[in-house]
């Protein structure tokens, strides 16, 4: 049998995973390393003969950790790329292990329950009416491409069937220029080209307000305002646009109001930090990826919607070869856009009930805490604050603007910490972002006094 060691092969590569969350502290967060070996490494697997799968996961673990940027890290201070949580890669491994298909709830019923009562659980923290819809995708890139094809199924019914022939003015999708750019990409898939999105300047540089897309919208009386987009915690800068505003002038002209909460949507879990997304609850549909803040493995995004119509306009679909319909349940596959669909809920499940609610709201506090801690430290130490934000990411800057990028690469270069540079209006500045829940304030400490040296270094 090709699976009879199962046993053996599962706990020494479980070993291989404890023995690497327990020494990653250890590790450099960028080890630099040479470009042209790595590819020689690779290729040196020819697959010519079989090997214990346990001693390739091993040298697969060193391979990860020798290379790369270390998102797990606890002094990765990027982009929303967390470690996961211990029960979110256990929920992973069942799912990867019994290999459930949801594509209809026959198959697989207690998956599908289980992500239909996750949905609703997070759908109830937007709208607290016992309403909600929605779907777990593959990240927060496809979760805005459903709520473009619901935004286009809810406007125009007949594009459906007969596609943009239906439409009876060019689309435009509204976001804030400081909006995710997979809206690009969506808007391509969509057949609506990358014209279609509207990327509206922000009068801060920061966070659309209400007014400021009305006149967007109305300067463009050519094209039909399909959908409208708030952000809520832009990539770079952490700002959150004003959701209620936009939600009202969305509704006036009749658009689907979406709102991004790709990252900072874990707040939702957060009591103390709640009010921060005050006016989700106006929106259609969010994007929440649990991929990002609330820390399980990489593709588990959520789409929420208020209710399921547009969704089943968009995606329903009968086949002869699929099983049909049990009363009183929906089969995954007639409301979004995956077919063979992996149990993308058990990771999800798994830690919130290793954590509970209230894990999960003391952990995100924690990473508030040390946002403040190090906003705090870096205006103490003379750096600018640039950004507005109470989430915890900070944009700053040093006197000179000249010397952000040495800044940056020599925190790179060093490999002990990891943090980026973005642009806020129009000039350069350093981005630190609490991602995991291993930083601790010895870390947030250690990044400000790297930061301190590199910066008397361009100073004399
Ligand atoms: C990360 C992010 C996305 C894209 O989500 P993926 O999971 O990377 O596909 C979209 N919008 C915002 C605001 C994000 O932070």
């Known amino acids: 049998m090709v699976n009879d060691d199962a046993r053996r092969v599962l706990v020494e590569v479980a070993q291989l995973a404890a023995d690497h969350i327990e020494r990653r502290r250890d ?24 090997r214990d799968p346990a001693e390739v996961a091993a040298t697969l673990f060193d391979l990860l950790r020798r290379t790369g940027i270390r998102t797990d890290h606890p ?49 109830n923290r937007v709208w607290g009416d016992g309403a909600g819809a929605g779907t777990f995708t593959s990240g927060g890139s496809e979760a805005n491409n459903t709520a473009l094809l619901a935004a286009l199924a809810r406007r125009y019914p007949e594009w459906a069937t007969r596609g943009v022939a239906a439409l009876d003015r060019r689309p435009a999708i509204y976001v804030s220029a400081q909006a995710h750019l997979a809206w690009i990409k969506i808007a391509r898939a969509a057949g609506l080209g990358s014209g279609a999105v509207k990327l509206v300047e922000t009068q801060d540089g920061l966070s659309l307000d209400g007014q400021t897309l009305e006149k967007a919208i109305l300067g463009n009386p050519a094209s039909d305002p399909v959908l409208v987009v708030a952000t809520a915690g832009t990539t770079a800068h952490g700002a959150v646009d004003d959701l209620s505003g936009i939600a009202d002038v969305g509704r006036k002209h009749r658009a689907h109001v979406h709102v991004d909460a790709a990252w900072a949507g874990g707040v939702l879990l957060d009591p103390a930090h709640r009010h921060l997304l005050d006016g989700i609850d106006q929106a259609d549909s969010v994007t929440i990826d649990p991929h990002k803040w ?67 709201a003391k952990m995100i ?4 805490a040390l946002g403040d801690r190090l906003r705090q430290s870096l205006a103490n130490d003379g750096w600018r604050i ?5 989430l915890p990411l900070v944009c700053f800057a040093p006197d000179d603007a000249a010397h952000v990028v040495t ?52 100073a004399g």
Not at 386 to 390: A, E, F, I, P
Not at 412 to 440: D, K, N, Q
Request: glycine residues 6%; negative net charge.
């Open 75 to 123: 002094r990765y201070f990027g982009l929303f790329n967390p470690p996961a949580l211990t029960s979110a890669i256990a929920g992973d491994m069942v799912a990867a292990t019994v290999n459930p298909q949801l594509a209809v709830w026959g198959h697989a019923p207690a998956a599908v329950e289980i992500e239909r009562h996750l949905v609703s659980l997070f759908a």
């Open 407 to 458: 800044i940056e690469r020599e925190i790179a270069g060093a490999g002990e910490a990891w943090i980026s540079s973005v642009t806020l209006r129009g000039a350069p500045c350093l981005r630190a972002c609490i991602t995991g829940f291993e930083t601790t304030e010895d870390d947030v400490d250690t990044l400000v006094a790297m930061l301190a040296r590199a910066r008397n270094r361009c």
């Open 365 to 368: 506090e924690q990473q508030f």
């Open 294 to 360: 609330l820390a399980v493995p990489m593709g588990a995004g959520l789409y929420l919607a208020r209710d399921w119509t547009a969704l089943k306009t968009a995606f329903a679909v009968t086949t002869k070869f699929m099983p049909p319909a049990v009363a009183d349940t929906l089969d995954p596959y007639t409301h979004s856009l995956q077919w063979s669909r992996r149990f993308t809920g058990a990771k999800l499940f798994l830690a919130l009930a290793a954590l509970g609610l209230d894990g999960y």
């Open 386 to 390: 640039v950004n507005d934000t109470r």
């Open 27 to 50: 590790d450099l967060v960028a080890a630099p390393y040479d470009r042209v070996a790595l590819r020689v490494e690779v290729e040196a697997f020819d697959f010519a003969s079989p």
